[in-house]
């Protein structure tokens, strides 16, 4: 059909916009200089305000009309029903933009851009006061932008839907707490094992260059093209998509934490893969996008642990890793090295977190959230309540705002709602892991192998390849049978732990 065409081909054209300011968020991250901030943020804007003219325009308008009731967007009924969704993931996309005047655009561009690098340099100088005013414009640019779409259930609930489209706050805190009932007593349980894991093995002097070495063999090994790929170094771990020809890493590297820079490493390398393997010819559609943030981040995260803390992954990479540091490693067993990696202690910072501790900073910023977009929690207030609940949840008090509330990034670019999908990112990867399992003849063996293409490609069939198509409760239900829950989850935790710490 013509119109679908149409669609695509305008839909291509925001698509490389949206790819060049992306491009100039790379640089901004990694290699522009420090002076270049107020100049990038005027270039992002443009182009930014740029795709969202397109996107409103007739350009889009007028072929959709076409083949949807413009109003609500219900497709016509003489379409595929491959067709109908995907004209309504196009509506959708429309009537959220069409809701947002292009002048608030540029300005929530030009506003985050530099807030960014405001924030790197407050978090950097210890300097909250040097933030909150920023952050403060932020808010007021997110109620405002709350107030353009049209408030669906709360406040906070409209920006979740941006992330994780169909889920709810209700939803999530119900979630949520079926964790929290299980993931507590267990914390405190391995809080009073007397096993010692012996994490101080971590943290000799790993050189840099030999860890990068390393992060770089096991992400080729997981199927990250580097003909269409790259890994650099920034203060915030990330993945950047231009195209799925085009996906780029970053990483950071600690001499005297090996597993920071190895976590990242892998982290990062498992949303690459998902946007390596999204379909090229859907490129700039819904089809060609993924699904949700959270299942962006259970794709990331079932690389990172379930895979790269597994023993099964390092009965193939340990002797590798002995090799490259036998000055640390030569004496140590892979069972005792198995223990390190896998040591639970609170820390302050959250993407050094380990994977049980983690979801308790999730939920602490999940709570802070609703409280400032629901009830105007207000900023000066933010670093110490979030000491308290980090004291309430961790059992910990940061010593530093830049250890607390000024760790993360995403409040910088208006990230509210993101946050949740990190924890919904951990209930997504178990049940999809638990079903590779049941799919993939002898996969603990081809990770003990060190064969990793044979998980790569069923996740790139069964969950990469889907784009838009599902909602993210459909591709859990549709893949195992089952609707999302906590259960899996936690019961893989309960397992593993127990049997490190002797439970």
Same mark, same amino acid.
């Given at each position: 059909?013509?119109?679908?065409?149409?669609?695509?081909?305008?839909?291509?054209?925001?698509?490389?916009?949206?790819?060049?300011?992306?491009?100039?968020?790379?640089?901004?991250?990694?290699?522009?200089?420090?002076?270049?901030?107020?100049?990038?943020?005027?270039?992002?804007?443009?182009?930014?305000?740029?795709?969202?003219?397109?996107?409103?325009?007739?350009?889009?308008?007028?072929?959709?009309?076409?083949?949807?009731?413009?109003?609500?967007?219900?497709?016509?009924?003489?379409?595929?029903?491959?067709?109908?969704?995907?004209?309504?993931?196009?509506?959708?996309?429309?009537?959220?933009?069409?809701?947002?005047?292009?002048?608030?655009?540029?300005?929530?561009?030009?506003?985050?851009?530099?807030?960014?690098?405001?924030?790197?340099?407050?978090? /950097?100088?210890?300097?909250?006061?040097?933030?909150?005013?920023?952050?403060?414009?932020?808010?007021?640019?997110?109620?405002?932008?709350?107030?353009?779409?049209?408030?669906?259930?709360?406040?906070?609930?409209?920006?979740?839907?941006?992330?994780?489209?169909?889920?709810?706050?209700?939803?999530?805190?119900?979630?949520?707490?079926?964790?929290?009932?299980?993931?507590?007593?267990?914390?405190?349980?391995?809080?009073?094992?007397?096993?010692?894991?012996?994490?101080?093995?971590?943290?000799?002097?790993?050189?840099?260059?030999?860890?990068?070495?390393?992060?770089?063999?096991?992400?080729?090994?997981?199927?990250?093209?580097?003909?269409?790929?790259?890994?650099?170094?920034?203060?915030?771990?990330?993945?950047?998509?231009?195209?799925?020809?085009?996906?780029?890493?970053?990483?950071?590297?600690?001499? %005297?934490?090996?597993?920071?820079?190895?976590?990242?490493?892998?982290?990062?390398?498992?949303?690459?893969?998902?946007?390596?393997?999204?379909?090229?010819?859907?490129?700039?559609?819904?089809?060609?996008?993924?699904?949700?943030?959270?299942?962006?981040?259970?794709?990331?995260?079932?690389?990172?642990?379930?895979?790269?803390?597994?023993?099964?992954?390092? /009965?193939?990479?340990?002797?590798?890793?002995?090799?490259?540091?036998?000055?640390?490693?030569?004496?140590?067993?892979?069972?005792?090295?198995?223990?390190?990696?896998?040591?639970? /202690?609170?820390?302050?910072?959250?993407?050094?977190?380990?994977?049980?501790?983690?979801?308790?900073?999730?939920?602490?910023?999940?709570?802070?959230?609703?409280?400032?977009? %629901?009830?105007?929690?207000?900023?000066?207030?933010?670093?110490?309540?979030?000491?308290?609940?980090?004291?309430?949840?961790?059992?910990?008090?940061?010593?530093?705002?830049?250890?607390?509330?000024?760790?993360?990034?995403?409040?910088?670019?208006?990230?509210?709602?993101?946050?949740?999908?990190?924890?919904?990112?951990?209930?997504?990867?178990?049940?999809?892991?638990?079903?590779?399992?049941?799919?993939?003849?002898?996969?603990?063996?081809?990770?003990?192998?060190?064969?990793?293409?044979?998980?790569?490609?069923?996740?790139?069939?069964?969950?990469?390849?889907?784009?838009?198509?599902?909602?993210?409760?459909?591709?859990?239900?549709?893949?195992?049978?089952?609707?999302?829950?906590?259960?899996?989850?936690?019961?893989?935790?309960?397992?593993?732990?127990?049997?490190?710490?002797?439970?």
């Amino acid at each position: 059909m013509q119109a679908l065409e149409q669609l695509k081909k305008e839909l291509r054209v925001i698509a490389n916009l949206h790819g060049a300011a992306s491009l100039l968020h790379w640089d901004q991250e990694t290699y522009m200089p420090a002076g270049g901030g107020d100049a990038r943020a005027e270039q992002i804007a443009l182009l930014e305000s740029l795709a969202h003219e397109r996107l409103v325009g007739d350009g889009i308008k007028a072929p959709l009309r076409d083949v949807v009731n413009i109003g609500n967007g219900e497709p016509n009924k003489d379409l595929s029903d491959e067709s109908q969704r995907f004209v309504r993931e196009i509506w959708k996309d429309y009537h959220r933009a069409a809701a947002l005047p292009g002048e608030f655009v540029e300005e929530l561009s030009k506003t985050t851009s530099r807030a960014q690098q405001v924030w790197a340099e407050s978090r /950097k100088e210890n300097d909250y006061i040097k933030f909150s005013p920023w952050l403060e414009k932020i808010i007021q640019l997110k109620n405002k932008e709350i107030e353009y779409l049209g408030q669906k259930g709360s406040p906070y609930d409209t920006l979740l839907d941006f992330y994780e489209p169909g889920m709810t706050s209700v939803e999530i805190t119900r979630l949520f707490g079926e964790v929290r009932d299980r993931l507590v007593p267990l914390v405190q349980k391995i809080k009073n094992s007397k096993v010692n894991t012996g994490q101080e093995i971590l943290k000799q002097k790993y050189d840099a260059d030999r860890q990068w070495e390393f992060g770089l063999s096991v992400l080729k090994d997981m199927g990250y093209d580097m003909n269409y790929g790259r890994q650099d170094r920034s203060a915030h771990p990330f993945t950047i998509n231009f195209h799925p020809t085009d996906v780029r890493i970053t990483t950071r590297i600690d001499e %005297n934490e090996f597993l920071s820079g190895f976590s990242s490493t892998v982290h990062e390398g498992g949303h690459a893969l998902y946007e390596q393997g999204l379909g090229a010819d859907w490129f700039g559609t819904p089809f060609g996008e993924a699904i949700s943030f959270g299942i962006h981040e259970s794709q990331s995260r079932l690389w990172e642990n379930l895979v790269g803390l597994s023993k099964p992954f390092w /009965k193939h990479y340990y002797p590798k890793l002995q090799s490259l540091f036998p000055e640390n490693l030569k004496d140590v067993p892979l069972d005792q090295f198995y223990k390190a990696i896998n040591t639970i /202690k609170p820390t302050f910072i959250r993407v050094d977190a380990d994977e049980a501790t983690y979801n308790l900073h999730i939920m602490l910023r999940f709570e802070m959230e609703k409280l400032i977009i %629901n009830e105007g929690l207000p900023v000066s207030e933010l670093p110490r309540m979030w000491d308290d609940k980090m004291e309430e949840y961790l059992g910990i008090r940061p010593d530093t705002n830049a250890n607390g509330v000024l760790q993360d990034v995403h409040w910088s670019f208006g990230g509210f709602g993101y946050f949740p999908t990190y924890a919904l990112g951990n209930l997504y990867n178990v049940p999809i892991m638990n079903q590779a399992r049941k799919e993939i003849s002898g996969l603990e063996d081809q990770l003990a192998h060190g064969k990793l293409l044979g998980l790569q490609g069923w996740l790139k069939t069964k969950v990469h390849e889907v784009g838009r198509r599902k909602t993210a409760s459909e591709l859990i239900l549709d893949l195992t049978g089952s609707p999302l829950s906590a259960s899996p989850f936690m019961d893989y935790l309960e397992n593993k732990f127990s049997e490190i710490y002797n439970l």
